[in-house]
């Protein structure tokens, strides 16, 4: 599951980067006069702003949701690890008076 997080979030990038390279590359080749060119520039410009404002907040939620999840858990490790030596005390307790009622048939 974490493998497929990493990989749609590897594909999205790559699909912004090849985007912004694709709409360059048509803006610079494509016959326009210089101001019909830097109009388009900075409407891309705009347009590349914006779509990196929502990947960056897309990322912010994403790892914030990630930190809750791994804190919620790392509680319950200790949690257990914290009661882990009363489990051993009793688990210990009952294997010994096992054993010595074994001892005494």
Do not use: C, H, W
């Not at 990196?52 to 999840?69: F, H, N, R, V």
């Amino acid at each position: 599951m974490g493998k497929e997080k990493s990989s749609t979030g590897g594909f999205l990038l790559g699909a912004l980067i090849g985007g912004l390279v694709g709409a360059t590359a048509a803006l610079l080749l494509a016959p326009k006069s210089g101001k019909e060119l830097r109009g388009d520039l900075n409407q891309q410009s705009a347009l590349l702003k914006q779509k990196s404002t929502d990947l960056a907040q897309y990322a912010k939620e994403k790892s914030s949701g990630l930190a809750k999840s791994v804190s919620e858990q790392s509680v319950q490790v200790v949690d257990k690890v914290k009661k882990l030596p009363s489990y051993i005390k009793i688990g210990g307790k009952k294997e010994t008076s096992s054993v010595k009622s074994a001892n005494e048939e």
